[in-house]
């Protein structure tokens, strides 16, 4: 049939023919090996085959012991997890470790600013005294200094040694009253105005070498004491008592 058609054409048409079917097959001759590198998609029964034998492998699994799962999905579990390892083994406990020591509070001298004229003192002295009582026995501390401050204008003038003796007593009966044994020393000052006494007890603090300052907030509240004037002149730790 084909030789035919070839027999009908005329002889120019022959040979263009003859040439585009030498080309196509040599087209066909250099992709043949291209073609049998692609891999073909497989049949229906590759796949079918394939189905079955992933259903009888799960089957498998199924009838296999967790244990053995296990041990054929990780061989070697502390190599698999070694920061989970790790952080698990008993030194690394965090809840076992015990914390860092600390350097506890102490105070070795305390000082007492008293702004007082009244002989006897008032309950907010007696409550700043005895709060040092206190902190010196637990603590331990090696002194006691109180620095008593007339009131400017209060001072009595009359018969000022007997003001001081009956304000030593006071002191020393409200410090032994706590039960404390600590030593201590009473320093007497006055000031001329208003103001300056935040001045004097930071230079009695740094006279004495004081490392707690205990006073009483009444001081403050009346203006006699200045909270922030004492934080730029007091050198150690400030208590103060409400």
């Given amino acids: 049939m084909r030789s035919e058609i070839f027999r009908d054409l005329p002889s120019g048409r ?5 040439s585009a ?5 040599a087209r066909r001759a250099a992709a043949a090996p291209l073609a049998a590198a ?7 029964a590759a796949w079918s085959a394939a189905a079955a034998a992933a259903g009888a492998g799960a089957a498998a699994a199924a009838a296999t012991p967790a244990a053995s ?3 054929l999905r990780c061989p070697h579990p502390s190599r698999r997890f070694p920061v989970a390892a790790a952080a698990t083994a008993p030194g690394n406990d965090p809840q ?7 350097d506890p509070l102490k105070y070795d001298h305390l000082l007492v600013a008293l702004i007082d004229s009244n002989p006897y003192l008032d309950p907010n002295s007696h409550a700043a005294l005895a709060a040092a009582a206190d902190l010196a026995s637990a603590h331990r501390s090696r002194k006691i200094s109180v620095l008593l401050i007339d009131e400017p204008g209060k001072s009595s003038e009359s018969s000022p040694g007997a003001d001081a003796s009956l304000r030593l007593k006071s002191v020393t009966w409200h410090i032994k009253e706590r039960g404390c044994e600590t030593p201590f020393d009473f320093l007497e000052r006055g000031v001329g105005e208003k103001g300056a006494a935040s001045a004097l007890v930071g230079d009695v603090a740094d006279e004495v070498g004081s490392d707690l300052l205990v006073l009483s907030s009444a001081g403050v509240h009346s203006k006699h004491l200045d909270a922030n004037l004492l934080a730029e002149f007091v050198s150690c730790p400030i208590l103060i008592l409400p």
């Fill in 96 to 102: 076992q470790q015990k914390p860092a020591a600390v």
């Fill in 14 to 18: 022959m040979a263009l023919v003859a």
């Fill in 69 to 71: 799962i296990a041990a």
């Fill in 38 to 44: 692609v891999p073909r998609r497989p049949s229906i």
């Fill in 21 to 25: 079917s030498r080309a196509d097959a």
